[in-house]
């Protein structure tokens, strides 16, 4: 049962002295989500309510099948993203099909994460690299941040991109309501001065009360500024929602980029908090909890989310204990939801777009591109083609091109694999590469070469050329010339005609061609291909030191 209910292991052993910890951080957690649940939401197109029920739901299912004490779950500026520009390609007519649409996907998400975990596929997560995963939410911020100049200025923002927007609002400078757009830029200054004041309330709920109050007094509404409106006092009953008018492929794509950007985000941020606060991240058990919490708020009209780096910092800072801190998170929420709402009904859209936009510059990571610069250019570079996509190109976009960005990244990195020639040292153990060691001398009648790296299809004309030019290159009298294979991971069956070939043009200039240290699958694919034969013994050999006995005992 434990298994199936890691609540259970979270809970056993609780201690009495645990609660007032879960209280506390159950309620910060709450006040930190108050603002999120009720902004994000505006950036797909959906009503604040099913921030709302995004945010209590998935606490509860996460709470239930999640592995972890710590982690929180909830909305997220960069799959809200995502799901805003799925939304966007399907034929949805009204506010109530986006909210249908949104709760089906979130269920489709929450099915590919429950049969990735079962699959063991945890490590597609980390399938986007660090810089471009870093180069792609940045881009997607900036998104964010553009998409907010409606709500300051007040005027609707038909174009797209990164420039269109910005010359819209220069055409219709004269429609701009200022009252709007000074009260959105003093709430966003706020932000900015908690911030650098490290205050110890969060800044976005200092700016929820503090527009919610004002907005009450001043009587905003009725001077044109935009309030979000009324919002239902009751949970939603539990319902499947009906997505079978829309079209499937584009349903099932626009889950497949909401789950590889939420997943691979959330688990580099929940691998994070791990290494910091000293707990264990099993990436595939965590895709069964986020599996659950997506289901759960599916079920309820919620929408994708996964884990929340604000209200999981805010659990740990608060020194939550168990999954309590998330169940008393989900009960304020739910409290909030059905005593609170006429409160909530008059906060100014400009004090949310100041929510999102201040979210927004967080989240461009200019330190991580400045790192990224510095211990990797070409990394560097990946990262803007990926930022530029999700900017130029739209979202959806975006992924496939941060994902065709990973796969030739990773093919560029294995197009040119390294050698060595390698040598002894007189009166030491072992073999030295030559270049590196300037006391390295190579054994006579015998070249002995490191490969490091995998041979397949797009690697195997260089490699071949390079063993070429090695053995073109060995002096005369020299009768063997032996691959260390050790570093060799991976042969395909290109690769093997490419040496069965070469070994047997090799064989024509007199130069025998042997291997060392062969791991099993590319020796028995070698052996498949007609690299050599079983009998050939004295071709495939245990090691180096295995291949410089037999061949010395050859010559003598």
Same mark, same amino acid.
């Given at each position: 049962?434990?298994?199936?209910?890691?609540?259970?292991?979270?809970?056993?052993?609780?201690?009495?002295?645990?609660?007032?910890?879960?209280?506390?951080?159950?309620?910060?957690?709450?006040?930190?989500?108050?603002?999120?649940?009720?902004?994000?939401?505006?950036?797909?197109?959906?009503?604040?309510?099913?921030?709302?029920?995004?945010?209590?739901?998935?606490?509860?299912?996460?709470?239930?099948?999640?592995?972890?004490?710590?982690?929180?779950?909830?909305?997220?500026?960069?799959?809200?993203?995502?799901?805003?520009? =799925?939304?966007? =390609?399907?034929?949805?007519?009204?506010?109530?099909?986006?909210?249908?649409?949104?709760?089906?996907?979130?269920?489709?998400?929450?099915?590919?994460?429950?049969? !990735?975990?079962?699959?063991?596929?945890?490590?597609?997560?980390?399938?986007?690299?660090?810089?471009?995963?870093?180069?792609?939410?940045?881009?997607?911020?900036?998104?964010?941040?553009?998409? &907010?100049?409606?709500?300051?200025?007040?005027?609707?923002?038909?174009?797209?991109?990164?420039?269109?927007?910005?010359?819209?609002?220069?055409?219709? !400078?004269?429609?701009?309501?200022?009252?709007?757009?000074?009260?959105?830029?003093?709430? $966003?200054?706020?932000?900015?001065?908690?911030?650098?004041?490290?205050?110890?309330?969060?800044?976005?709920?200092?700016?929820?009360?503090?527009?919610?109050?004002?907005?009450?007094?001043?009587?905003?509404?009725?001077?044109?500024?935009?309030?979000?409106?009324?919002?239902?006092?009751?949970?939603?009953?539990?319902?499947?929602?009906?997505?079978?008018?829309?079209?499937? =492929?584009?349903?099932?794509?626009?889950?497949?980029?909401?789950?590889?950007?939420?997943?691979?985000?959330?688990?580099?941020?929940?691998?994070?908090?791990?290494?910091?606060?000293?707990?264990?991240?099993?990436?595939?058990?965590?895709?069964?909890?986020?599996?659950?919490?997506?289901?759960?708020?599916?079920?309820?009209?919620?929408?994708?989310?996964?884990?929340?780096?604000?209200?999981?910092?805010?659990?740990?800072?608060?020194?939550?204990?168990? &999954? !309590?801190?998330?169940?008393?998170?989900?009960?304020?929420? =739910?409290?909030?939801?059905?005593?609170?709402?006429?409160?909530?009904?008059?906060?100014?859209?400009?004090? $949310?777009?100041?929510?999102?936009?201040?979210?927004?510059?967080?989240?461009?990571?200019?330190?991580?591109?400045?790192?990224?610069?510095?211990?990797?250019?070409?990394?560097?570079?990946?990262? $803007?083609?990926?930022?530029?996509?999700?900017?130029?190109?739209?979202?959806?976009?975006?992924?496939?091109?941060?994902?065709?960005?990973?796969?030739?990244?990773?093919?560029?990195?294995?197009?040119?694999?390294?050698?060595?020639?390698?040598?002894?040292?007189?009166?030491?153990?072992?073999?030295?590469?030559?270049?590196?060691?300037?006391?390295? &001398?190579?054994?006579?009648?015998?070249?002995?070469?490191?490969?490091?790296?995998?041979?397949?299809?797009?690697?195997?004309?260089?490699?071949?050329?390079?063993?070429?030019?090695?053995?073109? &290159?060995?002096?005369?009298?020299?009768?063997?010339?032996?691959?260390? !294979?050790?570093?060799?991971?991976?042969?395909?069956?290109?690769?093997?005609?490419?040496?069965?070939?070469?070994?047997?043009?090799?064989?024509?200039?007199?130069?025998?061609?042997?291997?060392? /240290?062969?791991?099993? /699958?590319?020796? /028995?694919?070698?052996?498949?291909?007609?690299?050599? /034969?079983?009998?050939?013994?004295?071709?495939?050999?245990?090691?180096?030191?295995?291949?410089?006995?037999?061949?010395?005992?050859?010559?003598?």
């Amino acid at each position: 049962m434990s298994d199936r209910f890691p609540i259970l292991t979270g809970m056993s052993g609780y201690r009495r002295e645990w609660l007032r910890y879960d209280l506390t951080a159950g309620l910060a957690v709450a006040a930190v989500a108050i603002p999120s649940a009720i902004a994000y939401p505006a950036i797909a197109g959906l009503p604040p309510e099913v921030g709302l029920y995004s945010s209590i739901l998935p606490l509860l299912g996460y709470a239930l099948f999640g592995p972890s004490r710590k982690l929180m779950i909830g909305p997220d500026a960069a799959t809200m993203t995502v799901l805003a520009a =799925t939304l966007a =390609t399907l034929p949805l007519s009204s506010p109530e099909e986006r909210v249908v649409a949104a709760a089906g996907l979130a269920l489709l998400v929450g099915v590919f994460c429950i049969l !990735a975990g079962k699959l063991s596929l945890g490590i597609v997560a980390a399938f986007l690299s660090r810089p471009i995963l870093i180069g792609f939410i940045s881009g997607i911020s900036i998104s964010i941040l553009i998409g &907010q100049i409606g709500r300051f200025t007040g005027v609707r923002i038909e174009s797209d991109g990164l420039l269109l927007p910005i010359l819209e609002i220069i055409r219709k !400078a004269g429609m701009i309501h200022w009252p709007s757009l000074m009260f959105g830029l003093a709430m $966003l200054a706020l932000l900015w001065l908690l911030a650098r004041l490290r205050s110890p309330i969060p800044g976005p709920l200092v700016v929820v009360i503090v527009a919610g109050i004002l907005s009450a007094l001043f009587d905003f509404e009725g001077r044109g500024i935009k309030v979000i409106g009324s919002l239902p006092s009751t949970l939603p009953a539990i319902s499947f929602p009906d997505i079978s008018r829309l079209p499937f =492929t584009q349903i099932l794509l626009g889950a497949g980029a909401i789950w590889l950007v939420g997943v691979s985000s959330g688990l580099v941020g929940a691998r994070s908090f791990g290494a910091r606060d000293k707990f264990e991240v099993d990436a595939n058990r965590e895709l069964i909890g986020l599996g659950a919490g997506n289901i759960a708020s599916g079920l309820f009209s919620g929408f994708p989310v996964t884990v929340s780096d604000s209200r999981t910092a805010i659990n740990i800072s608060a020194g939550g204990r168990s &999954q !309590a801190s998330g169940l008393v998170a989900a009960l304020a929420l =739910t409290v909030l939801l059905i005593f609170l709402n006429d409160a909530m009904r008059l906060l100014p859209n400009p004090a $949310l777009g100041a929510i999102l936009a201040f979210a927004a510059l967080s989240l461009i990571d200019v330190e991580g591109l400045r790192e990224t610069w510095r211990v990797n250019r070409t990394e560097f570079i990946f990262a $803007l083609i990926s930022m530029w996509g999700a900017i130029s190109l739209g979202v959806l976009s975006g992924v496939i091109i941060a994902i065709a960005g990973t796969l030739l990244y990773v093919i560029l990195n294995e197009m040119h694999p390294r050698d060595a020639m390698l040598g002894r040292i007189p009166g030491r153990p072992g073999f030295y590469k030559l270049h590196r060691a300037p006391d390295a &001398q190579p054994l006579p009648g015998l070249a002995l070469c490191l490969i490091q790296g995998s041979v397949l299809f797009f690697n195997a004309d260089y490699v071949r050329s390079r063993i070429e030019t090695i053995a073109e &290159q060995q002096p005369p009298g020299t009768k063997w010339l032996v691959l260390d !294979a050790s570093a060799i991971a991976q042969i395909d069956s290109t690769a093997a005609v490419m040496l069965r070939q070469l070994r047997t043009r090799l064989a024509e200039r007199g130069l025998s061609l042997g291997f060392a /240290e062969l791991h099993n /699958e590319p020796k /028995e694919i070698l052996r498949r291909a007609g690299a050599f /034969e079983p009998s050939e013994a004295a071709v495939v050999f245990e090691d180096l030191e295995d291949a410089v006995r037999v061949l010395e005992r050859a010559q003598a």
